[in-house]
């Protein structure tokens, strides 16, 4: 089953858009879990357990195991959802970006070595930097289009010959990228008229959408700027109000209150 | 000594603008050495010394090691170019780009982490998504501008407002990065007529000049359009065509005959 099919299922199975995002922070975890690279291991499987069923992907983001040498820690943590959560999507936050040949290397790193079903990308190197990611059947390709924080608008914002950059990477999303391979694009949910406009370009493609929670997007505003005809249509990714929920011994339990709640509040919306 | 110093004097000391990139590709490197990660290092210490006299820089590229679980060979190799070529400028090629809680992760791997003198990012998502890069006192932050592949064009030269997108990043790095930190530019071999425009653009902030060797940039054309009054400016890379010189018992030598020969093509123009 290929990313849309597999994403499509996960929303009408758990009914929910949420995607947990595992940002592990050292500095922010429970303390008696340690200060071991282990430890983001420890951390990680129990949030993915404790949020399984409120989540229709899982996104571990990289460079938070890349900075502390982790990166066998990941690779459990991955072979550890595609195991005990199959029909969850898995997705590497990596936002990689080269040319041709090192691409290809980038494609195996996210695919092959863990396992995910799709993987973030940046649009800056053209088409044919994304090529060897789109010739994986079955696996996702998820394109920086409009992102969250505050000074994406720098270049994404310019005016391209009458539309913003971000518009025109949605417009080959569609028209170019979408008969390479199975794509979907990264908008922030703290630009939901920028969100509604990626919309109304985009038809059904799945968009993920960072920015509520600690950045700030209102849920609300999200998801009726960014929802299909049939209710779903976004992944939309919280990580760290749900991982730091509590820094007490009850963090899990925090964790999984507020992953529900997050759902709830997207599904109260949906409707 | 800051990235723009070191780079300065290496340039003086070993009069190179060579830059000698280490994409180790297990299919590609002499069978002799195994398929094993360990052979990754072991392959690009040997390349390193035979050729540390020849460039003033080194630049393996992450993908090459990350696509193989090879990130400890890469830290080994990374501390033997410090402590053996102390004088050598060294690049970790990762093309990193996130929100700023992210990057700062980024940062840590490649100046932390790999010990990096500067480190490739790309500028997608904004000036805010490079400050915890150039937030590191003295490291280098070289900024994607017109890369070499041949889709580069397919967002960097959409006319933004009069200007093609990589000529605004030629004017981002000069106008407000260089204010935050030490930057340079990644622009394309294969695109000679743009690189004489970014240098225009940019007095003489460093260019990374990838391109030349495997992917048919010209070495006369690049260094025509590419030097400063002082004869150097750039880090002109050759990774496939050093790497690969020979597949036989001879891959040491043959690696360092190319190099030389590289650089020595280069100082014939740059006179």
Known sequence: MGFHDKLASAWRATDSMLCVGLDPDLGKMPRSLGREPSAVLRFCREIVDATAHTACAFKPQIAYFA?????RELEQLCAHIRATHPN???ILDAKRGDIGPTAERYASEAFERY???AVTVNPYLGTDSLQPFFARA???????????NPGS???QSLDTEGRPLYERVAHLAVDRWSSLGEVALVVGATYPAELARVRS???DLP??????GAQGGDVEATVRAGRTTNGYGMMINSSRAILYASSNDDWV???QRAAERTRDEIRAVQA
């Open 67 to 71: 900075a502390i040498g982790a990166e």
């Open 88 to 90: 969850t999507v898995l």
């Open 115 to 117: 396992g995910a079903d």
């Open 138 to 148: 079955g696996k996702g390709v998820i394109v920086l289009c409009r992102t969250s």
């Open 153 to 155: 608008g720098d270049l």
């Open 201 to 203: 370009i985009v038809g």
């Open 207 to 212: 968009l993920l959408v960072p920015g509520i």
């Open 253 to 255: 339990a925090a964790a």
